[in-house]
Nanobody, 124 residues
Framework: QVQLVESGGGLVQAGGSLRLSCAAS????????MGWFRQGPGKEREFVAA????????YYADSVKGRFTISRDNAKNTVFLQMNSLKPEDTAVYYC?????????????????WGQGTQVTVSS
């Protein structure tokens, strides 16, 4: 059974940093697309960042570009999201996800596996 388990969320002041981790089990995702989405209060789930299949390039939502960095450790089947210069509008539940098609998509409906989410709260 495939599981994605996030950790690292919490409460931080604006301008601070957090590092999220997502440990995968039940399947090796080293060649698949891994990414992060988030869902803020009263909002739809939105794309944050992806590490595309094949271990190549990364892609970010405009709202986090330059502040967030996605990385992965294939040996540990883990993906990370380093979040710097956090803003109150970054407050959301952050979800790790995996996509096993070669299609590069930021539509959450196309992604195949999901974690349970971790809360990130940024105070002003």
């Amino acid at each position: 059974q495939v599981q994605l388990v996030e950790s690292g969320g919490g409460l931080v002041q604006a301008g601070g940093s957090l590092r999220l981790s997502c440990a995968a089990s039940g399947r090796t995702f080293s060649s698949d697309t891994m990414g992060w989405f988030r869902q803020g209060p009263g909002k739809e789930r939105e794309f944050v960042a992806a590490f595309w299949w094949g271990g190549g390039s990364t892609y970010y939502a405009d709202s986090v570009k330059g502040r967030f960095t996605i990385s992965r450790d294939n040996a540990k089947n883990t993906v990370f999201l380093q979040m710097n210069s956090l803003k109150p509008e970054d407050t959301a539940v952050y979800y790790c996800a995996a996509h096993i098609s070669i299609l590069r998509t930021t539509d959450s409906r196309d992604w195949d596996y999901w974690g349970q989410g971790t809360q990130v709260t940024v105070s002003s």
